[in-house]
Each structure stands twice: as structure tokens, then as C-alpha cells.
């Protein structure tokens, strides 16, 4: 097995690329959508969040109201650590069953935004950074998620920096190009995660000879 990380900037196109790696034969775990597991209701994840941060945080449905809890931690370092302690390690944990259960001889790619940020970059064999330029960034979130201008240069300054996020790749795939010129790349890295996964295998033991 290998255990590949991966992470990119916003808008840089990392859930593009951890779409192309599934469908070369990777086994994804995505963070973000074990993040949202992990507090759905009836689970012991957001008793919790309830618990610290209160009722208000509910929907009327009894789901988590995430606008309203993002209102209140992204305004207070301390509480968002707080929040962090609870969701991080139900994530970890989830993440390493999905990686329990994989094939012995699987890829497991673990697509996870804030890699370099929580200094998760030894967890994995090899980390993948996807990359664009700023302005490339830029453009796909104000033109392709109708985010404002402003909103999405904060959200880009609010992340480690392209530089940051480069020096712990052990792979970059430079995702300043359309589609048709990423598919190949992606392709290409795929190709290199199957040898390193096989290499990485240990080697039968060697029959002894018989002396004649």
C-alpha cells in the first residue's frame, strides 16, 4: 500500500485531480466529507459541538447550521481550536479505517485542504501539492463559483502560501492549464504512485541454493 497526500491552494483544482486519480484506480479518502460526516445528527461529533459551542448552532432540522458556526470560530482563534479538538480526531480516526479497509496493494490518496497548514505531511509515504498561479486561483473562484472578488482573495490569504505548500511536495502537478492538458499529468503521476507502490512492496525471500 501507499499512502499518498494531497492537497492544493483554493481554486487550485485539487478535487479535480483527486476525481482523475480515482477513476486511474485510487482509493480516496476525502476529509472534507468525512469532516461533515462526523457531526451529522446522532452523532457523538456534533453532541459535542453542541455541547461547547450550544444549541444555536443547530438547524431547525437539528443539523449543524455551518454558516452560523463558521460565523462564530472564524472570528475567535480560541474557538476554533476548540472546535478543532473535537472534529480532527474523529477525522483522523474515520480516515484511517477507509485506509484499514483498502487492498494491501491499493493507492490510497488522502485529499486533505489544510495538509500543509496542520502539518500532516509525515502522516503520509509522499505528499502531492496541486498548483496554480494566483491569479488562475483567482479567476475560477469569482468566475466558476460566483464568489466576490474580495471574498475570494481572503479566503487564498487565509491559507499557507504557494511557497509553503511547495516545499513539502513531493509531487506538484502545475494545474495552470484547461482539462484536456491536466488529464495527461495526472495520468503520468498515477503512472509513477503504481511504481513506487510496487516498489515499496517487501520482496519474497530468496530460495536457498542447493550446493551441488
Given amino acids: 500500500m501507499l499512502t499518498v497526500g494531497l492537497t492544493g491552494g483554493i481554486g487550485a483544482g485539487k478535487s479535480e485531480v483527486s476525481r482523475l486519480l480515482v477513476e486511474c484506480g485510487a482509493v480516496l479518502v476525502d476529509a472534507d466529507r468525512i469532516a461533515r460526516e462526523v457531526v451529522e445528527p446522532g452523532t457523538p461529533g456534533l453532541a459535542a459541538v453542541v455541547d461547547a459551542f450550544g444549541e444555536d448552532v443547530l438547524a431547525a432540522d437539528g443539523s449543524l447550521d455551518r454558516p452560523r458556526l463558521g460565523a462564530i470560530v472564524f472570528a475567535d482563534a480560541d474557538k476554533l481550536a476548540v472546535l478543532n479538538s473535537i472534529v480532527h480526531p474523529l477525522v483522523g480516526a474515520r480516515s484511517r479505517e477507509l485506509e484499514e479497509a483498502a487492498p494491501e496493494d491499493a493507492v490510497v490518496v488522502h485529499d486533505v485542504p489544510l495538509l500543509t497548514e496542520n502539518g500532516l505531511a509525515p502522516l503520509y509515504d509522499l505528499v502531492i501539492v496541486v ?38 511536495a513531493d509531487i506538484v502537478i502545475d494545474n495552470d492549464v484547461p482539462l484536456d492538458e491536466l488529464v495527461p499529468r495526472v495520468k503520468d503521476v498515477w503512472d509513477e504512485l503504481v511504481r513506487r507502490e510496487r516498489a515499496s512492496r517487501p520482496r519474497p525471500p530468496q530460495a536457498p541454493e542447493t550446493p551441488e
Fill in 131 to 168: 498548483d496554480a498561479g494566483p491569479a488562475t486561483q483567482l479567476e475560477r473562484l469569482v468566475g466558476r463559483r460566483g464568489m466576490s472578488e474580495e471574498d475570494a482573495r481572503a479566503r487564498m490569504a487565509a491559507q499557507a502560501t504557494r511557497e509553503q505548500r511547495r516545499a513539502i
